[in-house]
């Protein structure tokens, strides 16, 4: 499948009030390489293993593959990710007929708010909520894999 | 789930002759790195993904977690795989309640034929048949993972 999304910054708390939902994710790596990032995610009672290739010229679409995993077999596959396993809540925030995705960072990444958007084709539009900040999309630094490397406080 | 194999260079074609089955494997890599190896493999009409960790100090007994996935999603996933796939022809040959994987390769690899051995105890022992030569248990260059980056044909 390829996914298409738009990653932005997140300038205020406003969208905790909006949110429909929030939820803990636990995450590592297997590889950080962006042609082949392999990423193991813990959220709530469920677990996923995901490998994503290379974004797309423009930054806005990426192959990616996901399947549900055990999570007794997930807890033990975390001991063999890279160093820097992320630690983040995710709020979801309506947007007409999407949902932003708003990830405020724990540890390393104390202090760093994203929003991804993820869109049916490239072309689709939707409305910026007054707390959306710079897009970042296509940024390698923003990606996940790389926060866990070259974490934010370090920037 | 720990597997203790080891593993030997094979000195003559012999074991073709006492094999009771023999398939060909395609495999590829989405992480080399030894202590966390990610596998690609299609044997026959199925597919698997494996994890690897490190080797044990004795380099025995490595964590392994595997599972089945699509044979399409797999061959997709092939596309993202390290430059390097392997191809090879499996021979199976009994050995007391054992049974020796012999693996020969094609392409960059070829050339080279190892036997391995799953046991289900380090201590456990086994008949060594004509054909098995030097031990190179936890060699590190023989790891298929290494042989997709630094084929036989170049050492």
Chains 1, 2 share one sequence.
């Not at 590889?31 to 469920?46: A, F, M, Q």
Request: aromatic content about 12%; hydrophobic content about 35%.
């Amino acid at each position: 499948m390829q996914e298409i999304e738009r990653k932005f910054l997140v300038v205020s708390e406003d969208f905790k009030n909006e949110a429909f939902k929030n939820f803990r994710i636990k995450q590592g790596f297997l590889n950080t390489h962006p042609e082949r990032t392999v990423r193991l995610r813990i959220t709530g009672d469920k677990a996923f293993l995901t490998i994503k290739g290379k974004s797309s010229k423009n930054g806005l679409s990426r192959f990616e593959w996901e399947k549900e995993i055990d999570i007794d077999e997930a807890e033990a596959l975390f001991e063999l990710c890279e160093p820097g396993i992320i630690e983040k809540t995710r709020y979801l925030v309506k947007a007409g007929d999407f949902v932003f995705e708003i990830d405020e960072f724990y540890g390393e990444n104390e202090g760093l708010k994203v929003a991804e958007i993820e869109l049916n084709k490239e072309t689709d539009t939707f409305e910026k909520p007054q707390w959306l900040g710079r897009e970042v999309t296509g940024e390698i630094k923003y990606y996940n894999s790389q926060l866990s490397k070259k974490p934010y406080k370090n920037w």
